[in-house]
């Protein structure tokens, strides 16, 4: 077991010296990636203009608060909880993030399956675990959020459209059973 200090973009030399079992000490830059995002790129054709190549992709749910840009949050943007989330829904994302994107690290929880890892072996990447239940420290890792490409909130909340779905199916199905409130 070996301790590996990286600084993205990193070199194929360095992602295939990794081994099972090293740890893995991430310095700079780290894009935050979500399903959302990948669903977004891969099955709806958006670009991005960030240049993944030789980067680490985190698995990520992030819950931020839109501020006023400053010299801390130069985007706007300040972190809430910025912890790694499950890999494996995202499974079906790594080879083309690979390939298209140039992505070699993936970090995540959970694991990823063999479609991943034989991505992994034959482009050059790795996956980097991330125990679960971290993401309190994790945001402190945080030091600004530099750039956002993809804001998928727009302000709504999808708990509030699901809540007001469910209510309004609740009340249909209610009328047509004759029920008065």
């Not at 993401?135 to 809540?163: F, K, N, P, R």
Request: overall charge neutral; charged content about 25%.
């Amino acid at each position: 077991m070996a301790h590996h200090v990286l600084r993205p973009p990193v070199t194929d030399a360095q992602v295939r010296a990794l081994r099972v079992n090293d740890t893995v000490t991430l310095e700079g830059t780290l894009f935050g990636i979500r399903d959302a995002n990948q669903i977004a790129l891969f099955d709806k054709g958006r670009t991005t203009r960030l240049d993944l190549r030789g980067h680490a992709a985190l698995h990520t749910a992030p819950n931020v608060r839109k501020v006023e840009p400053s010299a801390a949050h130069p985007t706007g943007y300040a972190p809430l909880c910025v912890g790694t989330t499950t890999s494996a829904r995202m499974e079906r994302f790594t080879r083309p993030l690979m390939e298209r994107h140039g992505v070699r690290l993936v970090v995540g929880k959970g694991g990823l399956g063999a479609d991943s890892l034989a991505a992994f072996r034959e482009l050059g990447g790795a996956y980097l675990a991330v125990i679960g239940g971290t993401a309190a420290l994790e945001t402190t890792w945080v030091e600004a959020i530099e750039d956002v490409d993809l804001d998928d909130s727009q302000g709504g909340s999808l708990y509030a459209e699901v809540d007001a779905q469910a209510r309004g199916n609740r009340a249909g199905a209610l009328a047509r059973l004759g029920v008065v409130k």
